[in-house]
């Protein structure tokens, strides 16, 4: 059903959502570009979120993620989508506590519940809850998700 090693789960077909942009020039497509010249900076006011959408389940088991010190998502609800009655949310898969720093952080997605990922997820959403911007600016220069693609 699944390959042991891990991969990036991020590419051209991954659609982001983004709660919010400052400006054009720091939009959500600079988020995967692998650029270390751009970033996306959301407005100010929180929560703040990056929702990442799949062409084909996956099961995500690690975020790296780069910020802009001063611009921190210091508290992050890694999120993934549930239905119960009929009703689609969002459920916490896992929380992460990214430092207040300029370097590449790495967390392993270990999920609260066993079987939540059982099968795979067709989306993840990332909502930064604090900041450690006192106006609630996110700015992040690099995201990365690895994982296993599920296959039929």
Excluded at 16 to 39: A, F, H, M, Q
Excluded at 59 to 71: A, D
Excluded at 79 to 85: M, Q, R
């Amino acid at each position: 059903m699944t390959s042991g090693e891990l991969v990036s789960l991020l590419d051209a077909d991954t659609s982001i959502k983004v709660s919010s942009t400052l400006e054009k020039s720091t939009g959500k497509r600079n988020l995967i570009d692998g650029s270390p010249e751009t970033c996306w900076t959301s407005q100010q006011g929180l929560p703040q979120f990056i929702q990442l959408g799949f062409m084909h389940p996956v099961l995500p088991k690690r975020l790296l993620i780069t910020f802009q010190g001063g611009f921190v998502g210091t508290r992050c609800a890694v999120c993934i989508p549930t239905e119960e009655g009929g009703k689609k949310d969002w459920k916490i898969l896992t929380t992460v506590y990214p430092e207040d720093v300029n370097r590449r952080q790495i967390f392993d997605l270990i999920p609260t519940e066993a079987d939540q990922l059982s099968g795979g997820v067709s989306s993840l959403k990332l909502i930064f809850e604090d900041s450690s911007d006192f106006f609630g600016r996110i700015t992040v220069y690099d995201l990365r998700l690895e994982g296993i693609s599920v296959t039929e």
